[in-house]
């Protein structure tokens, strides 16, 4: 009996063991499979590569010096203060706060545009001292308003520095009482 005693704990202590070993198997072959999908592969797609060619080619096709071309990391500066004013409505005045942040690619352009912070929130009160609180109210009055403000801005920009060096007018913050 002891025999078979000293047997069956032997067996029990082998299938422990291939319970163990088919565990960390699948483990490592679980964390690899992870981060063989969370990674990716290093190869650009082709899709953004004949997006960005048809981009280059369209803006020296057109001529314009001042185009913008869509390469390199997108860098954000953030206006210092949010943009406070009243904005008219058809039944009441309505109080708009506005944070803006602007995007720009390459560290040059972020230079010039906080070099001229003051000259770029003056355009954007100009824009936004036009805006009416029953359009604002709006999704389309929002994107409109957003439109406006970029090309305000990209058109201070090319008078200051001779190119519209923002690419993008975001509103990161946007309140109406």
Known sequence: MAEEELQMEEGGKKG??????????????????????????????????????GTDSASSESGDSTALVK???????????????????????????IKVQLMMRGSDNEEQVKMHIPLIEGSLLRTFSTANADDLATEAGKTAIRASALKA????MADVS?????????????VMQ
């Open 71 to 97: 390469t390199g990391t997108a860098l954000y500066v953030a206006m210092p203060r949010p943009f406070t004013f009243n904005a008219p409505g058809a039944t009441r005045d309505r109080y708009v706060e």
């Open 16 to 53: 422990k063991l291939i319970i163990i070993i088919i565990a960390v198997v699948v483990l490592i072959a679980g964390g690899g499979a992870a981060y063989f999908f969370l990674m990716g592969s290093d190869e650009p797609e082709p899709v953004a590569e004949e997006a960005a060619a």
């Open 153 to 156: 801005v990209q058109s201070t």
């Open 162 to 174: 001779g190119n519209q060096t923002v690419e993008e007018v975001l509103f990161t913050g946007f």
